[in-house]
């Protein structure tokens, strides 16, 4: 309990929510209980709310920028936390409308959050012919990640439709931390475009915090694939010979399976910059942002470092 109060973060913790109703942990086909799977309600933006001025105008083409240079990757801090979701997804539609791309992308969130997400995008729908579509550019369509384990494994089926192109059948794909860790490895073999961790400043300021703790190796080793050399390897094939419908991965392709997220952006979101510890207020992890911001200069830092002792 010391321990505990010790590390007491402002920022929430992305783990520490879940459902009432979850009385059984196992991950079994027959004995996985969970929250109803969440449905798109294709919601829209309230631009007078969300979309406001200073974003259109400062905010938005200052994150364009940021993604457009060096590593790709930002840091999203939001005031205005409770309606971030329309501005997220406006972020990823100028990607496809001014870039033209169209993704993969990947959000991860809380379960709470999850339909929040979804709702600012339209829905998938594999059975639907959008190669008719005469419009230049397309509302993005997001495909929602969540039920039993044989749900998900379904919905994984549908992961060969997301080709990057407009007219696929979804270019974002949505999921709580939960189903992430749940089927990691599968998740791990898509190559992305964006990959945007909700609220994940906390989780690198915990990381930071208590780096040989379990959190604090799954964020250095385990989030991001340092396999690509931090460069993102989004559009490549890397995962032709993965079979997302396995119930079970065999042992000789867990050897082979990429390890850590693949994005060409990537981006943490966060309420604040600061983090109270012992009742005292931080600015966020100086030393991780550098890591996070540029990790060839720290990759470079690190093997000169262990060279020169």
Known sequence: EKEKNAFNFCLSNP???KPENCTNDSDDEEGELIAEPVIPTNKPCDPVKRLTTVWKEKCLPRLSSILGEGSGNAVYC???WSTRHGRVANLL???ADEDDNYGLHLIVTTHPQVECFAQEFDASDPHMNYASSSSKSQRLRILTYAGTTSERRKLRGQFEDATGL????????????????K?????????????????????????????????GNMWDNGVWSSSDQNIGLA?????QEWDFSWKKIPEEHIKS???????????????SMSVRLRDTLHAAPAASLVSFFLPQFTDVVREEWDRSR
Request: glycine share 6%; hydrophobic share 45%; net charge negative.
């Open 15 to 17: 783990f520490a929510w």
């Open 78 to 80: 939001d005031m205005d």
């Open 93 to 95: 539609q100028q990607l």
């Open 166 to 181: 407009a007219d696929a059948s979804f270019h974002v794909l949505v999921m709580s931390y939960s189903s992430f860790l």
């Open 183 to 215: 089927d990691y490895l599968h998740i791990c073999q898509v190559p992305f475009q964006a990959v945007i961790l909700d609220e994940g400043l906390s989780w690198m300021g915990v990381a930071s915090a208590d780096p040989n703790g379990s959190i």
């Open 235 to 239: 559009g490549t094939s890397h995962h």
């Open 257 to 271: 399976a990429c390890i850590g997220l693949t994005a060409r952006h990537r981006i943490v979101t966060a309420s």
